[in-house]
């Protein structure tokens, strides 16, 4: 398994450490064809740069992403696609006392634990800065779902207690404040509760919502390769993931079948539709033809400025307070990466789907 | 990647339909020189019947496995391990209406959309029948698993909105009533609310909760290959399951880091051990020494004896009345099902593990 | 990896034991939609019996195969299809030496080195009835291809130094020998080393080549999933081989560039077509429109009748005399073999090719 | 599958196009804590470099590697490696008429049939610069391999119809001639040979020998995942390979079980050994202990300068005379990849083989 790769026809390997030489990512099995450039990808890593608000990190980091194999003239060739972004930071840090002790809620122990030893500059591996590969890779896939009228986004539902309320729901409001909250009230009330947490020295979790529209009924491999279980493990392969649910979720546990199923129908054009999207566009692990909707739940920040209870690696109990600044919300910068990892599953599941019947093989190889 | 097949060192690949000749799955990958005999097997499968109680289907299933290769006098030989289960009920059914119309909340109408055509004979792949071959893997991995003294429990959680006590929780209860339940007045209630919901021919939801201890720190590959990520997928990949979280999960979400983080600190021998388990014993993907706990959301069962609206096959709108008896609840008979997966996940990220260090390798190898 | 598991989009996991409960397989990622019944694949099965000639094993093997899953009313539904072939002689054999004495050119030695142990009756998992496995599947992937018109045909090259002559070669004499040799001659010639070699307690190796037509250009993935060394992989993955070439093969290594070189042409069509094919149909990896043209060198049966010196498992030097009776040449009955390996592989990669361009891609799904 | 990756447990994603922006591969896979720097890469990768005799190209090529990640404090850290090499001479070339005319015997042709239009530029990714970062990942693996006592030598086996001569073999003579050969004699032939190839504007064809010693019985996963079926795909996704062959390969087809069978004996230590190796080290897809030896033919350079028969893109019919210089024969380059690929498979197999036994896997975990 090996761990850094992630799809099987579209599949992605992602490498790099926080304050390593650089981070990047191999995209191989990408169709043909398809027109991309570096702004393609470029355009979706700076939704993830920090230095944009207040609530996150204020280095400044250029992540200028170069495309080094798999274009030519302007498109793919169906050839691996190298993507890198050289760290531009790389002098040397006081990294403090994270090389020694063990911040609560991160995974230094855990590395440590697993491999021996680990590069503790920044977090190593295990830093924020390791989406980037994903977030570029998912730019092509993006790209080319986009250009089959499949349209992922993503945004943040909730951050802390103040959640965006359905009656106030404008989808473009996201983009009119940085906590990327479509509903201008509640940006406003968790802006304040961001400010209170970074004055007491904490930070908040949050949910992020994703909705997938224009994809058809049919994508997704029972049973273990459903669609809800590889959107599962993309969104909980990303860093300070603890929940995901589809649809109504969690919720439609506390339900009964009579309010929970969905009734089909039939539409202007006499096609298949649900009435209802408790099921939130999947049933049986396979794409309904609705909206696909699910909520990915981020634990808050790990790195606080508080004193911390700790223990050192050679096995000494001791009290740490974290350097540095430290975004209180990891949200609103996960909201892309939420985007690129749906696109990377979304596309490797329709790419799969078309072996999926016989007829459609043949008539596709014109036999 | 076709869809029936999972994990890659510990690999299952299941097949079967609700009532063609039988359910089974091929196990390739096990380790040689396991102690195993079809009693293993049979064990956990006879949690997963029906007629058991009056929440599970009457039906009697015979679901007597049998092994058929990779064992040879007692013990696995490494060679795949093939297990079956023959459906021994297969007159001719009268399947009604549910060959033409799509039921409301089932995969009917999204197999359709894929294949072109699908088995409707009680659900064909996506009946809940298909678990036979999870939980015969999984009984295998639970076994091996044991001899590390790693111990996967699963229970009822919750239904509908009746959820286990904390203050009641008593694990050994789980096995004193029909619902798996560790909390014998919070049983009692969900009985109530079964007979409720079966009198007005609806169906109720539920929460099943997964507790793995005994697994020690370093198993899981970050970045992509988590181990709460394959968890995940692994629940996911259970029919009805809506929503997956670990540890804290989505209350993490509303939290606070300085309440979310877990303290390290170290216990008598000296070993460091966190203080608190917030993380639900996985920090960056990999375990921490805690104990693993998640909890899977399913939905309601979708077969309702209600009339419901719905479409058939050939575009016509139509009222569906699901004939037959159906379980009001999914989470009981899940229980085992979740279990199976979690051993069938932690097993082969702990396989994988074994390759994680250089040094480990030599002295495996005697080097 | 886990060993029994072949293919990608068209995956196999065969299982089975020579003197176990059966032999079998499953296939997941077979499209929907395909005609299939059990005559369809015990046409194939049929071929690799042994007790069709005397040069062929005695033994009656019956191997009737079952579908278990995956067909519906006559077709593939998408699902996995599970294919079973019971063993029906299971008596207590006198299995004489074998379990103690490590029979030289057989797996007896590095089973045990590998796993601790063996199933050591009739060679276990390494006897030549676990291609029972392989040939089934790929009866599957064989009908498939001829509903495009693809062609696979194998056929004895050579057995001992008796080859086919070039000029007397006749497809269609294949049927009429039962050495499966398209030269009544050469027949003829390598029934007399046959005789000879048995009468001598002796054994002969040959060379089976197998001739792709039909297949159009394009099918392959550079630069390590090549058309060529997925066919490579497949082969040497029979038991006993020992070679593998494509084209001119091991000549080339003598050959000039001048000669090696295929130029290329237009046809009557104005199609690009190579005048020669030196090359064997490939080129980069992928296939070239040219007939696929490949041999496969299998050693001589390992199991003689006359005494070798060996040790036994617990260290000891030994006379070993193998009894019962032994085919004493592998290729013909291989013949088959080869043809199901060799549409695995093909097959798989098809499917893998239709995601090559983002233009088919978009066409595909309508957009 | 997408073609670019190779291994699963040490997996690779190989990038990059002749006269792209550079070429280069991630690891994914590599247990921690193997010390590493850019010399140990950098010192194979100077073997495949071309300019070192009279018979590779003149070009200069820098090729220095870069290690970009999974390295700290001098150790492998557990998580990906990314090596790259720049291309330093990227001016814009005039490459002839080799945009629009298919090059005989190269990759252009599929390239175009499979993807629609092609990176013509020097090959693009079926140059033979390709093969970079397969040899940069194999000294990673030959690295760790040879750390656990295993050597791997590749050498020129043969060039044209010029042999080694088994009783002039002296490996250390590889080194002292510019065509890796082992014997002083067949290389002077062979450089004969090469000359009068040159003059008349041809090239020849060779075949590569690869030992590998100090591999332990047990590596090689039955039935597919053989060790002899690994290498198999291995060599034959090396560009211009046309045949592979094992121990005795296609001669055991010739020869009879009497002298092809191995006999088993007692070596000093009363361990098993094979008296002699016509098996090539491998047993039923396992290694078995004694070294493993095997072949693989390349065919001439396709690349030659004599006038040849071709067709242009746009479908008309033409004489290409191929411009610049060319390697005369490909093997002397190609010895250090097959090495490389060599210490790939086996070292990705026997990772796998860690657990293959239960009580190993107890042992390895102190259980």
Redesign the interface.
């Known amino acids: 398994?090996?761990?850094?790769?992630?799809g099987?026809?579209?599949?992605i390997?992602?490498?790099?450490?926080s304050h390593?030489?650089?981070?990047?990512v191999?995209v191989?099995?990408c169709?043909?064809?398809?027109p991309l450039c570096e702004a393609d990808i470029q355009k979706l890593l700076d939704r993830r740069k920090p230095g944009q608000s207040r609530f996150t990190t204020q280095r400044q980091e250029g992540d200028r992403v170069?495309?080094?194999?798999?274009v030519?003239?302007g498109?793919?060739?169906?050839?691996?696609?190298?993507l890198?972004v050289r760290n531009t930071d790389q002098r040397s840090h006081d990294y403090g006392n994270i090389k020694e002790v063990?911040r609560?809620?991160?995974?230094d122990?855990?590395?440590d634990?697993?491999?021996?030893?680990?590069?503790y500059?920044g977090g190593?591996?295990?830093s924020g800065r390791?989406t980037i590969g994903r977030v570029a890779a998912g730019a092509i896939a993006l790209k080319?779902l986009e250009?089959?009228?499949i349209q992922i986004r993503a945004y943040t539902r909730?951050i802390?207690?103040v959640a965006v309320e359905p009656s106030r729901f404008e989808l473009d409001e996201m983009w009119r404040n940085r906590l990327y909250m479509p509903d201008a009230e509640a940006a406003k009330a968790a802006e304040a509760l961001l400010e209170a947490?970074m004055e007491r020295k904490?930070?908040?979790?949050?949910?992020c919502e994703c909705v997938i529209s224009g994809l058809?009924?049919?994508?997704?491999?029972?049973?273990?390769?459903?669609l809800?279980?590889?959107?599962?493990?993309?969104?909980?392969?990303i860093?300070a993931?603890?929940?995901?649910?589809?649809?109504?979720?969690?919720d439609?546990?506390?339900?009964?079948?009579?309010g929970?199923?969905?009734?089909?129908?039939?539409d202007e054009d006499?096609q298949?539709v649900k009435?209802t999207n408790?099921?939130?566009g999947i049933?049986?692990?396979?794409?309904?033809?609705s909206a696909v909707v699910f909520r990915t739940?981020?634990?808050?920040?790990?790195?606080?400025a508080?004193p911390?209870?700790?223990?050192t690696r050679d096995?000494k109990?001791t009290t740490l307070e974290i350097q540095g600044r430290h975004d209180p919300i990891i949200v609103p910068r996960a909201v892309v990466v939420v985007e690129a990892m749906a696109a990377l599953s979304v596309l490797?599941?329709?790419?799969?789907?078309?072996?999926?019947?016989?007829?459609?093989?043949?008539e596709?190889?014109g036999?």
């Open positions: 398994m090996a761990g850094s790769t992630f099987n026809r579209f599949r390997m992602t490498w790099g450490e390593g030489k650089g981070i990047g191999v191989d099995g169709p043909a064809g398809l170069e495309i080094l194999s798999g030519f003239e498109k793919t060739t169906g050839t691996p696609i190298a890198e063990y609560p809620g991160h995974a122990f855990t590395f634990a697993k491999y021996g030893f680990r590069d500059r190593g591996r295990s390791e080319l250009s089959m009228g909730s802390g207690n947490a904490d930070s908040v979790g949050g949910v058809w009924a049919g994508v997704g491999e029972p049973v273990f390769d459903k809800d279980a590889v959107l599962a493990k993309a969104m909980f392969s860093g993931v603890k929940g995901f649910e589809v649809g109504d979720g969690f439609a546990a506390a339900a009964c079948g009579s929970n199923n969905d009734a089909f129908g039939l006499g298949v009435k408790h099921a939130g049933l049986g692990g396979i794409s309904d033809g739940a981020f634990k808050p920040t790990p790195s606080i508080s911390q209870s700790s223990v096995g109990e490797d599941l329709l790419l799969e789907n078309m072996a999926a019947r016989a007829d459609k093989i043949l596709f190889y036999k």
